[in-house]
């Protein structure tokens, strides 16, 4: 399963544009799951006004084996100008739409929500007018609470693949009804919040586990979900049990959105970060549309 079809054939990222942003980004020391995680919709995503940043280093304390970002018992100091660095940058970028997500850290004693929360108000101080979503760890009680006080615009958290197939793809210490907690969680502390997440296809997954994991997703109240393929990083990474073609993607989109999605975004280079989902978002964000008011009722069994 090593020979992509032609329909995962892209062209590595370049040009101009991409050039000045990634020297912006390396001039402050900054990193972003754009580059790190080797995201097939980079170049489309800069130019177009969003980005995904990557905070508190580049080293993750977890090693889940579909992810290509770099792994270690600890995690590189944090940066305490990191918030303010990424503001700046956000500026330098002229994004409309910004995601932050992080590596894992369980070197923390807060597993580092008190620093997303402070980038949070960081950007919002500087660009009142920019949309941040967050994509977290598996922030739970205290820790949830002090990421959501400082007022992301979307809340996002992955639960990545169906439940059987957590244990060999997720760290050992991730978990499938976690991370259904975590996305409850954000729903309990703040009802009017967006809240999203992400599933891979690709690696065995059956279609009666598929639908059960959108109901789970539903049952949680989440908003928004993306699906898209599953691609080995290296060979050191768990293998690709299929390609699964664009029509299939297509007939995902319409089952998701049947379960009352109010999005979905479903392709093979879709991604938890993409382009069309935020474009989406920042529509309803922008027009004070909350949760609920644009959920199409789907079955209840």
């Known amino acids: 399963m090593d020979r992509k079809p032609p329909w995962l054939k892209i062209r590595p990222p370049g040009g101009e544009t991409y050039a000045e942003l990634k020297s912006i980004l390396r001039s402050r020391g900054l990193h972003t799951v754009c580059e790190e995680a080797r995201c097939p919709n980079v170049s489309e995503c800069w130019s177009g006004g969003t980005a995904t940043f990557m905070l508190m280093g580049d080293v993750c304390t977890r090693g889940c084996r579909f992810c290509a970002v770099k792994t270690g018992k600890r995690g590189t100091p944090l940066d305490p100008a990191e918030p303010e660095k990424i503001a700046d940058a956000v500026a330098q970028m002229k994004l409309h739409y910004v995601v932050l997500t992080s590596v894992d850290r369980d070197d923390l004693g807060d597993g580092g929500a008190e620093h997303f929360a402070a980038t949070i108000r960081a950007i919002k101080a500087a660009h009142p007018e920019v949309l941040v979503e967050v994509l977290t760890p598996d922030y739970l009680g205290p820790h949830l609470g002090t990421l959501l006080a400082g ?15 957590t244990r060999p793809f997720r760290d050992p210490r991730c978990s499938y009804r976690k ?6 969680g954000a729903k309990r502390l703040r009802p009017e919040q967006w809240t999203k997440s992400s599933i891979m296809l690709g690696i065995g997954e059956s279609e009666d586990e598929l639908v059960q994991s959108l109901r789970d997703l539903r049952a949680v109240g989440v908003d928004v979900v993306t699906l898209g393929q599953y691609l080995r990083p290296s060979p050191k990474h768990l293998p690709v049990h299929e390609y699964v073609p664009p029509e299939r993607f297509a007939e995902l989109r319409v089952l998701a959105e049947s379960l009352g999605f109010a999005y979905v975004a479903s392709g093979p280079l879709v991604r938890s970060s993409y382009r069309a989902g935020e474009l989406f978002l920042a ?19």
């Open 151 to 165: 007022g992301p615009d979307v809340f996002a958290h992955n639960i990545e693949v169906v439940e059987r197939l």
């Open 179 to 184: 991370s259904l907690d975590v996305l409850a």
């Open 283 to 301: 529509g309803v964000l922008r027009a004070g549309k909350r949760p609920g008011e644009l959920l199409v009722a789907g079955p209840t069994n």
